[in-house]
Structures are given as C-alpha cells and as structure tokens.
C-alpha cells in the first residue's frame, strides 16, 4: 500500500468521478485505476463502484474512508513536525560558530585542507582559528573555553593534564616524528634515528612554546645537551639553516611531508623515540558538538 492510493481515494471520493479524479491529480484515467484496482486487491475487496453518474463508494469503501483520511493527516503532521526538525537543525548549524585554539605547527599542516572540507559542507559556520602557545593551550584545557583545543602531546608528556581534564579528550590520530637533514649528511645513511644520535648536531624545531630542552634531553645516555639552533614555522628559513649549518630539523610526520619532501637538497630519516598523539579537547556540554565532531573528521582526512 502506498500513500499516493489512499490519496487518490480521497479524491475519487470527492468527485464521484475517475475522469475528473485523474485531471485533477494530472495523471490519466487508466492510471488511477490500475492504482486503485491494486489498493482493492490488496485490500482483498471492492472500494468503487460504477453507477449512471460515475463511480460510489462500496459500503466496504465508505466504512475504511475515514481511516484513509485519519492516515494522510497523520502523515501530513509528520511530515510537517519533520520539516520543522530539519530545518530548525540547519539553521542552527548554519549559525553556529566554531573556535579552534592550537598550535601553529598543526594549523600550517591540517587547517588548509581541513577548512577547505568543512567549508563545502557548512559554508555558512562561522570559523574563527587561534594561534596558540602550547602552555597558553593546556591552560585553556582546564577552563571554560567554549571552544575546541588542538595540540599534539610529544611523547605522552602531557597524559596527566588530559587524565585530569573533566573535558572529552578525543584522540584523533598518532604518527611518528622524523629528522630532516642534508642529503649528504652521515645521518642520511641510516634506517632510523635515536635522539642520542643527534647530540652532535645543531637541532631546528617548531616555535610553538614547548620547552624542547626538557623533551630532547629527557631519557638520554650521554651527558652533553641538545644545541638548539632555532625554532621556526618557515620552511624556507628551515631549510637555509638546515643547509648552511649541517643542522637537523625535527618534526611530525605530516609536517615534513607537506612542506620539506620536495626540496632535492634535503632528506628525512624516522626518529625511532619520538611519537606524537593529536587531541581534540572541548567540552560536550556546548551547543555546537556535531560541528566540532565534523571539523574533527575532516582533519583526519587532511592528514
């Protein structure tokens, strides 16, 4: 049974007639009937009959007429009830703001592409994207920031913050950290590298406020220290010192690939100690969830 036949019954009913039934419902007779007469076979009986003016109700016909009316108004409710829900959810969707806060290393590698994803889907949410300081992003783990916070915890140096935090903490994805260097360098022989084999070097890391004197020197055998030589988000500066200086660059995965595997004069081998997890920390009692879970998606397939 279909909708369109209890309606079509509904306006035989009115008319009295299949000629003017089928031009009002702009279909042809022969059409309505064949409709109908299946209605009639399902049903297991006659709704119609003929007589000198057109077409009746059988008396099977009169007595299931109303609940054929009852039915359609109930689905006219639903269908408006549902509507309503829809549209409501659009708009609020379409209204909503998102705030990013994260690190700028993650922003130049996932949030071209991520924005560009979310943006064909929600063109009309509103995105506004902090740059932050990783100490200025744990603090906001532990306030009442209506948004969501981004960072990378480098080796699990951050676990007892996120323990602690009455936020959701979405784990989104973790890679592996590699070493850029010269392609002539000794280094470049090797398969992977340990920290310890990058003591001799001057090291190049992200300038993101994390204390890299405590994650380089943390867990190492030999009693010299790491000599860091800068720390930029400039490729092209990265790789003036990298050339000039011998030095080694040490980054993410998803860094190196979207911003250092083209440039010929240099090469990235894995660091074998250096892991890092993305989070996404953010309070599920705000409004605007299903748009942080959707961003959060699309960075996962930036990746």
Known sequence: MRIEQLEYMMEVSKVSSLTTAAENLYMTQSALSRSI??????????????????????????????????ILKEIDIFREKASVIFETSKKSKESMEL????LSGII???????????????????????????????ELINSSCQGVIIINNLNSIWDSELEKSEKACKLLFVEQYAVVMRK??????????????LVDYKCIMHHNGMDYDAFLNRNTNKEE?????????????????????????????????????????????????????LYAIYDEKIDNVPLID??????KKAR
């Open 184 to 197: 002539d360098s000794f280094l470049a022989r090797k398969n992977f590298l340990t920290k310890e084999e």
């Open 225 to 277: 220290k790491f000599d860091i030589l800068l720390c930029s988000n400039n490729p092209e500066v990265v790789k003036d010192m990298i050339l000039e200086y011998n030095a080694v660059y040490i980054a993410a995965n998803t860094v190196v690939k979207n911003f250092y595997s083209n440039y010929s004069e240099l090469v990235s081998v894995p660091l074998k100690t250096g892991r890092g997890a």
């Open 99 to 102: 705030v990013i806060y994260s």
């Open 294 to 299: 959707e961003f959060l998606d699309c960075i």
């Open 108 to 138: 130049d590698a996932l949030f071209p592409k991520t924005l560009k994803l979310f943006n064909r889907k929600y063109k009309n949410v509103k995105i506004r994207v902090k740059t932050v300081m990783l100490l200025e992003a744990v």
């Open 37 to 70: 007469k299946a209605l009639e076979e399902e049903l297991g009986g006659c709704l119609l009959e003929r007589n000198s003016e057109g077409v009746s109700l059988t008396q099977a016909g009169k007595e299931l007429l109303g609940d054929m009316e009852h």
